[in-house]
Structures are given as structure tokens and as C-alpha cells.
């Protein structure tokens, strides 16, 4: 019996963004409350250690993302940066919440794709 195969994890520039971004977020709340970069914090050891190897695993673990019609002028340029590269492959979106933030991936036969982050509360991803 042959052990399943492991998809390589790919973090995008997009996705670094996004974690800067969480990242800055909190801090700039720190004079607020001072354990508010707790949390991003463990989402960064979460993506770093647990979330490519599960995600290598079983890379249909989360749900088919919902993807907003109203999308922004950000994410318009993006998924068109997107579709030339991505023509040949079958992408499916999908995201998974972990902890408190949803995690966007696109899982191809070849590869997972992590593309963006944000916080639940959030509507929408960076």
C-alpha cells in the first residue's frame, strides 16, 4: 500500500502581505491593549509549523471559498495577475478557519497556494 502523495505549500507574496498586514494591525493597537498581537502571533507559528504540513496532507481540508461578487479594486487586479498563471491548472479556492483567522489557499493537483489571511471578523481578505 502506497502512502499518499504530499503536495508542496506554497506561501505568496499576496499571502506575506497579508500577514504583514495582520501583523501591523495589531501592533498599532498595542497602546490599547497590550496582548492585542497574542493572537497574530500564534497564527504565525501556526502557518510556519502546523498548517503546511497539514495542508501538504489533506488539502481539501477547508471549505470551497465564497469568493464576494463586490469584489475591490485590489482583489480585481489580483485574480486577473492570477488567471494567465493559473489557465493550465485547475485551481480550486478554498479557505479553512484556523483560530481566529480564515486562511485563503488555492489547491491545484500539483501544489497549494496560500494566498490570503484575515481576521473572522473581517469581511474580506487582503
Known amino acids: 500500500m502506497s502512502t499518499p502523495r504530499r503536495l508542496p505549500v506554497v506561501a505568496t507574496r499576496r499571502f506575506e502581505r497579508a500577514l504583514d498586514a495582520l501583523l501591523d494591525h495589531y501592533d498599532s493597537l498595542r497602546h490599547l491593549h497590550p496582548e492585542a498581537g497574542t493572537r497574530a502571533l500564534r497564527l504565525i507559528d501556526l502557518v510556519e509549523i502546523e498548517l503546511p504540513r497539514l495542508l501538504a496532507a489533506q488539502p481539501d481540508i477547508g471549505r470551497p471559498a465564497q469568493l464576494s461578487l463586490l469584489q475591490s479594486e485590489a482583489e480585481k487586479s489580483w485574480l486577473n495577475r492570477l488567471a494567465p498563471l493559473t489557465a ?3 485551481l480550486q479556492a478554498r479557505e479553512w478557519l484556523l483560530g481566529d483567522f ?3 489557499y488555492y489547491r ?3 501544489a497549494v497556494y496560500l494566498a490570503s489571511a484575515r481576521h473572522e471578523r473581517d469581511a474580506e481578505y487582503r
Open 88 to 90: 493550465r491548472r485547475r
Open 102 to 104: 480564515w486562511i485563503l
Open 108 to 110: 491545484s493537483s500539483r
